[in-house]
Structure formats: C-alpha cells, structure tokens
C-alpha cells in the first residue's frame, strides 16, 4: 500500500503545458445564450435566476410546478375543518419588467414554421417509378419484379399520399410530368383515378 501511494505521488507531476488561468476563467463562464430575444433583453449586472424572472419566464421548474405534498394537503383540510384561515394559491407577483420577451417567445413557439419531414430519394425514386408505370393501379405495383420489399398495395398508397403531401418533393415531380395546374381531388380526372382500393371492393 505505501509503495503504491509513493507511485501516484511521483506521477502527480505539475503539467506546464496547460494555462491554469484561462482554464479558469473558461470554468467561470456562464457560457452563450442561443435565443435571440433572451439575449437582447439579458441584463449581466444581474444575476441568471433575477433576469429570467424579469422576462416572465421560469428559472427554476421545480419551484414553479411544485409535487403536490399529502401532508402539507392534510395540515391544510385539518385547518380549513378546524375553521382557521389558509393560504390558498400563490401570493400575487408584480408584473414581470420585461414581460414581452415571454409573449414573443410563445408567439413564435405558435407559429408554424411548415412541415420538415421529407422522404429519403430512393424511395421518392422508387415511388415517381411507379407512378409512371402504372399510374394509381396499387395492385400492378404490388405485382412488379423491382417490389423488393414485398409490400402491399395498402404500403403503396400510403407512401404515395405521404409523397404527394410534401410539397418540396412532388412539385417539381408534378411540374415535369405536366400535373402542376390538376387538381387531386376531382373524380373525374382519369390522371388521378386510384385502382385497387377498398373503394372499388
């Protein structure tokens, strides 16, 4: 034991290399606010949990949202039977300062911003493929040798809809193949008549 404790005393050896200071001063930094209107608004004579609270906005959940606690529940009904007065609620705050920080924010949490998802291009590929074959004839596509997967005509139909809902995707699709001005949902358009549906059945 002594001859392993002399061990890590002898490797514990000063690292000259490394600036304690600026490793320091790193250690102190609070480090940068990504949003823009917190930024703006954040006060660094004050402290992080004074201005948050300034902004309208939480800083500590837990304080905020307390876990309902039994006991403190029961003490409360015991007054209330026993005809004592109690707190009820939470006491009433001053308005926050900065108050329109926490109205932007929630404003532009509301807004949509559009849908992001989009399909991978093999299966964008395999799916225009399709299309210009067999049109909407869900069955021809189950029955083509280039199916793989072995999926169904339901699979089909439900990549397709998926396809034809992302508008960065099938808009330049629909703009080569001459469909941009059709509209989807008229039945009487032979371009959009789906085979092989539950609809014919």
């Known amino acids: ?110 807004e949509f911003a559009g849908t992001r998802f989009q399909l991978p291009r093999s299966q964008v590929q395999q799916i225009t493929t399709m299309i210009d074959r067999y049109g909407f004839n869900y069955q021809a596509m189950v029955r083509d040798r280039r199916n793989y997967e072995q999926e169904t005509w339901r699979q089909f139909r439900t990549k397709i809809q998926k396809f034809l809902r992302i508008p960065d995707q099938c808009t330049p699709y629909l703009e080569k193949k001459g469909w941009l001005e059709c509209d989807m949902n008229d039945p009487e358009d032979p371009r959009w008549k789906e085979f092989c549906t539950d609809d014919e059945s």
């Open 1 to 110: 034991m002594v001859r392993r404790l002399r061990k890590t005393k002898k490797n514990q050896k000063y690292d000259f290399s490394r600036n304690r200071k600026r490793l320091s001063q790193k250690d102190r930094r609070n480090g940068t606010i990504k949003n823009s209107e917190i930024r703006a608004a954040y006060d660094p004579k004050k402290n992080p949990s004074k201005n948050i609270s300034d902004m309208g906005l939480v800083y500590d959940v837990n304080r905020a949202i307390s876990i309902p606690n039994v006991k403190h529940q029961i003490k409360a009904m015991e007054k209330e039977l026993a005809g004592k007065k109690t707190k009820h609620g939470a006491r009433s705050r001053r308005p926050a300062s900065k108050q329109y920080v926490a109205e932007q924010l929630e404003r532009d949490a509301n």
